[in-house]
Each structure stands twice: as structure tokens, then as C-alpha cells.
């Protein structure tokens, strides 16, 4: 087991914790989202995909995982890097881009094991519920109730 991890043991089973390592999260929007990418990282997730074109700003500083040195900066950009620092063999793959359509997304999602939603709740959010409970990925969809997701 990574020392990194060992603190898991008697809360995670070596098999989960493997299984939790091969796994492939793909986070769309990486605002809200951000704790949850690094408390994943800090569970045992080491491939992860980041889908977001916005960037930091000073509103999102009480809620989500950004610093004043994180303004301006893309999210996924600047979570890559927070993460980064708590484990650096991990595999990323940043896309900075907005998600306008399943579709687009469909070879992403079907590389995925879970998909974190907290994009806005428009069409393409119930498109994507839509696929995920016919076809998969496991799907989730925290919603921001007060300062947390």
C-alpha cells in the first residue's frame, strides 16, 4: 500500500484501495467540485480527468479549493497543480473547455468509471443523466447546499 494511503487501512480494504487507484474519474466543472477532486486524490484516485473553461475569481474563494495566487487562472489549470502537490505521479488530463453536449464528451465519458457533475443544471446536465442511466458511467451530481457540494 502507498504510505500515502496507509491511513485507510482498517477503513478500505486492500482491494478497494486498489480498485480506487485503477479508477478513472472524470470531473465536468471543477469549481464546486474541487474539494471533492482533492479529497479523491487524498482517498487513492490517481487517474482523473478536469473539464472546465472557467477561471478562478474572487467569489469562489469561500467554497472552493482556490488561493489569491489561483486568481485568474484556469481551474483546471490551478486544481492540477493543488493536487499535483499532494501526489505527483498522478495521471491528469486537463480539458479546458465547456461542455455543450453529450456527444462532444462521449468518448470521455465512456473512458470513465464515475463522472462528477456540477455543471450548471441546463439540458446538457439531464442529457448526461440520460446516458449514465442507460449506459454508464456511475454518475453523481453533488449539489451545493451552503458552502459545501
Known amino acids: 500500500m502507498n ?3 496507509s491511513r485507510n487501512e482498517g477503513w478500505i480494504s486492500p482491494a478497494l ?4 487507484e485503477g479508477a478513472h474519474l472524470v470531473f465536468l466543472g ?9 479529497d479523491a486524490v487524498r482517498l487513492g484516485v490517481t487517474r482523473l480527468t478536469l473539464v472546465d473553461d472557467d477561471v478562478v475569481e474572487v467569489g ?4 472552493q479549493a482556490f488561493d489569491t495566487a489561483d486568481l485568474g487562472r ?9 493536487v499535483r502537490r499532494i501526489r505527483a505521479d498522478l495521471d491528469l488530463h486537463l480539458v479546458p473547455a465547456r ?5 462532444d464528451m462521449a468518448d470521455l465519458l465512456d473512458s470513465a468509471d464515475v463522472v ?23 454518475l453523481l451530481c453533488p449539489w451545493n447546499v451552503g458552502h459545501g457540494a
Open 60 to 63: 469562489n474563494l469561500n467554497r
Open 74 to 82: 484556469l481551474k483546471v489549470e490551478a486544481l492540477a497543480d493543488r
Open 17 to 20: 484501495q486498489q480498485r480506487l
Open 3 to 5: 504510505a500515502l494511503h
Open 116 to 138: 462528477v457533475s456540477t455543471i450548471d443544471g441546463d439540458r446538457v446536465y439531464w442529457d448526461l443523466a440520460r446516458r449514465a442511466s442507460s449506459r454508464g458511467p456511475l
Open 30 to 38: 471543477c469549481g464546486l467540485a474541487s474539494r471533492l477532486v482533492e
Open 99 to 103: 461542455v455543450h453536449s453529450v456527444a
